[in-house]
């Protein structure tokens, strides 16, 4: 099947910077995502990884290579519509990209701009709210939401224009710990749904939700692996300025100290497992 | 945010907040034109007992719009004391060395006021029963007509809904912003004006950069959400004129002529 | 300087339909020289209280004592209050606001009325303790990256050299390398200097890790405070008030559930985890 997302030897500088190499946000970077994946794209701050995901709905556009949205280049400027439809996206700061005074015409704020008849619309805005759990609030005004009702507002409106892919740009990376799990839980419910989730984040626990994980630095993809395999090879993730999962550290630590542990843990329990029977030989 | 801000929308279902706001618009517009045309007792009378009238069938609480006239109270309070020594005819009331206060000075002192009372509880009515996605909406639509003659009224209701929708929030931030400076020691409170003015910079400039930023943010949500400008656009709210709007126009008419018969 | 606070309330917009109570009958000690963090979810008062301790309101009943001064609802001393208490608040760096780096750290230092070179002193002081290097005091802040902005923001406020600092949630929007980085400066700080620092977060990692007491908030009145060792034994509590416990807690928890005798759950650091483990296999493998 054709995927969903292609990105092909694509390149990327901001205007202005120097053409010499080490100015590239993004080098020769290759990729493909296949319809419902969820994704998770993992890197420091200033990797490249926000930049990656503007391009995926041709707010930006490569300086070299191509990015297709389901068979349509982004550069072409015809495709643009027909692609910002296909590809929603929810950025970091809920505070910015709420645009109406009450939460049912923010909904309706894409839905305009579509196009979309007046009684279609308010079918759409229902059932995008009831998605998000906001349903009764329609009338409320943005500024008296907490965070992850924001958010959770912007997704709606998103939701709203029914696109194939959603690209969280570090949408969680303002919340409280309350509106990250809200804002979590509803990205799980939309990929279940069959939603092609593409998910930006600095936190490696947010990205181990995913079923797939990139690890994006230095302009380039370091690693590309389904959630299981990168857990064994997490050690690496210190390397590019990121947190690996607690048990991996430990592992590793009681294995510089001489421990028989197996090379590589599979998951928690399985260190678990591992140090008990150890400890239970007496 | 802890605080009224002044023509903030009060939601409700009376009769006026079910007006259409271009009706509504309209209404106050040509309102505002005739209270210049009250010029004794009788003719302001009138239009003080229509718009106690208005408030009462708003049911929005009187001391919300007394809130509203308090920071007008200072202007009124000069415009009476300007006219009261300044303006001159008709009997003297009142006489002390230098000052003379004539008739004509407590007459005009009167007037004035009402007439700036009646401006703002006017304007109050408006934005207190509309909501301000209806107003820009009617706004929009009033200035369609425009268009063609280059007037971009959909990018102007955009404008002003965007801006209602962020005043509050930017209202925060300077709060926020005051208060670390005043951590960091700035005084907001003393000195003379020029000095206090000068005391703001370091919470000015960090909201202009912020102001921008949000302003950057937004844009580029907008296009990721397909926003393109006003072609091709359908509308969530639709407007309907009813037989209540068209009453307005009945009501105005009798204004209009009860003006006409009373004033001098 | 100790910080005590006698059943204190503060209501906003009291009076009016927006009324609400953000503090209720606090009471809370925080010793001289300590290194605590407050936590509690958005909205518990917690914002409400720093405020107050660092004189920025004035609370509408009960009072804080900081040292020798008295916060009260009519209390004169909340400016006297302000240069012995820094505030740290949340994205320090939207507040920057001056052409260069050194000027932005000289504002503070100079509404304190200091002479130039003191101010110049106090500036290159705080740019060292947050490991800004001296060539940057001639840039722009606006040109610096993210986590920069930050550290200029922060010795903004450590340039007033406070004996108590107040961070609210300091390691936000920052990646786990820059977080791990700031939260050291800090507990350098406390350490080498002897600052109280009071640490506002979210985050049950950081508190656990950095803090020896702590304090949970919740509807505005302390719920619960001690040790990290105390207050994360405390599970069925913590999850009342929404709160997580630390990773590290949650993984020897898991170990727990087969280990016996069990690990102890005071501890909140990786070393002190593996030292423990070691100590215990050991017995049973030849090393």
Redesign the interface.
Known sequence: MEPIIQVSNVWFKYPGEDPSVEYFVLRDINLSIGIGEYVAIIG???SGKSTLA?MF?G?LLPNQGEIKIAGLATTTLENL?DI??TV??V?Q?P????????V??DV???????????SE??KR?SRALEAVGLSGME?S???YL??GQKQRL?IA??LA?QPKVVVFDEAT??L????RKEVLNLIASLHQSGTTVVHIT????EAFLAKRILVIAKGQIQLDLPRDELYKQSINLEKW???VP??V??HQ??IK????LTDHVKS??DL??Q??K??S?? | MNQLVIGQYVPGRSLIHQLDPRAKLAFVFAYMILVFFANNIASYGLLLFFSACTIYLSQIPLRIFSASLKPILFLILVMILFHLFLTKGGQVLFHFSFLTIYEEGVRQAVFISLRLILLVLTASLLTFTTSPMDLTDGLENMLHPFTRFGLPAHEFALMMSIALRFIPTIWDETEKIKKAQMARGADFESGHIFRRVKSYIPVLIPLFISAFRRAEDLALAMEARCYRGGINRTKLRELHFSTKDLGLVIIFAFLVLGICLLRE | MEIVIKNLNHIYMPGTPFERQALQDLNMQISSGSFVAILGQTGSGKSTLIQLIAGLMSPTSGNIQIGSYHLTPNSKERLAVRKHVGVVFQYPEHQLFEETVVKDIAFGPRNQGLSEKEVTERVQMAMEMVGLSPELGDRSPFQLSGGQMRRVAIAGVLALSPEILILDEPTAGLDPHGKSELLNTISKLHKERQMTVILVTHDMNDAARFADYLFVLARGTCELEGTPGDVFKEQDHLVQFALDLPDITRLINQLNRQIHPPIPTNIFSMNELENHLIERLKKVVSL
């Open positions: 420091p701050n200033g503007r709905n707010l519509w910002r439809k929603g996206m950025f700061n505070d910015n990209q709420i645009v109406a005074t009450t049912r015409d309706a704020f894409g839905l305009e701009n579509l196009g979309v008849p007046r619309m308010q805005i009338e005004a943005p500024h907490s965070g912007s409106g998103i224009m990376s303002m409280d710990p309350q509106g600095h936190s490696a626990e300025g990121l947190e607690l048990p550290q430990l630590r009681l100290r001489g421990i028989p928690t329990e678990v497992m140090i008990w150890l400890l030989k007496t």
